[in-house]
C-alpha cells in the first residue's frame, strides 16, 4: 500500500436495485452511525448505487420519509449506476440482495471486498437467506421492515467497518 492509498478515505458503496429505496437509506443509515459515534469521520467515504443503471432519480417519497424518522435526510439523494468505474473505486461493496452480489461479482469485483450486508463480514453459503426485501411499491410498514434490516445489519458491522477503515488508514494489511 502506498503513502497516497492510506490518505484515500475508505470507501464504502451500497448497492441495490434501482438506488431509489434500500441502498440510500443504508447510505444515509451509516453515514449518520459515523457522525454520531466520533463526528464527521472524512477518512471514511459512503456511497449508494443500483444495478439497473438509473441515474438521477431520486429516492422514493416513502424511503424519504422513514429515513427522516430517525434523523436521515436523503432528500437530496440521486441515484447512480453501479458501473464497473465506481466498483472498482470501492474498498467495500455491501449488497442488499444475492442477485446484486452476482452483478457486482460480474463486474470484477474481489470477493474479498464484496459482502451481502445481512452476512457481513462472512461469506456464507445460500446468500439468498440474506435478502433485504425490497420496498418499491409497498406500503409505509414495509419501508420500516427495510429500514430496521438495514440498521440491525449496520449496528452489527459498524466494528468491522471502522477496523478495515482504520487498517487502511494506517496503512496496514487487511485481514479478511
Known amino acids: 500500500m502506498t503513502e497516497q492509498d492510506a490518505k484515500t478515505p475508505f470507501r464504502v458503496l451500497f ?71 465506481l466498483l472498482d473505486q470501492m474498498d467495500l461493496v455491501l449488497t ?29 453459503a445460500g446468500l439468498s437467506q440474506f435478502v433485504i426485501p425490497d420496498p418499491i411499491g409497498g406500503e409505509r410498514e414495509q419501508y420500516q421492515q427495510t429500514f430496521f434490516l438495514i440498521e440491525e445489519a449496520l449496528l452489527r458491522s459498524l466494528p468491522e467497518i471502522l477496523r478495515r477503515a482504520t487498517e487502511r488508514r494506517r496503512g496496514e494489511p487487511s485481514t479478511d
Request: include cysteine; proline fraction near 8%; charged fraction near 20%.
Open 15 to 85: 448497492v441495490c436495485t434501482g438506488n431509489t429505496c434500500r441502498s440510500p437509506m443504508a447510505e444515509g443509515l451509516l453515514k449518520k452511525l459515523l457522525n454520531d459515534r466520533s463526528g464527521e469521520i472524512p477518512w471514511i467515504s459512503v456511497a449508494s448505487a443500483g444495478t439497473m443503471g438509473l441515474a438521477g432519480r431520486p429516492a422514493t417519497p416513502l424511503a424519504v420519509e422513514v429515513a427522516a424518522e430517525y434523523g436521515i435526510d436523503i432528500g437530496e439523494h440521486r441515484s447512480q449506476a453501479a458501473t464497473p468505474a
Open 96 to 124: 442488499m440482495a444475492d442477485e446484486h452480489h452476482d452483478f457486482c461479482r460480474g463486474m470484477g469485483v474481489p470477493t474479498e471486498r464484496l459482502y451481502m450486508l445481512r452476512a457481513f463480514p462472512k461469506h456464507p
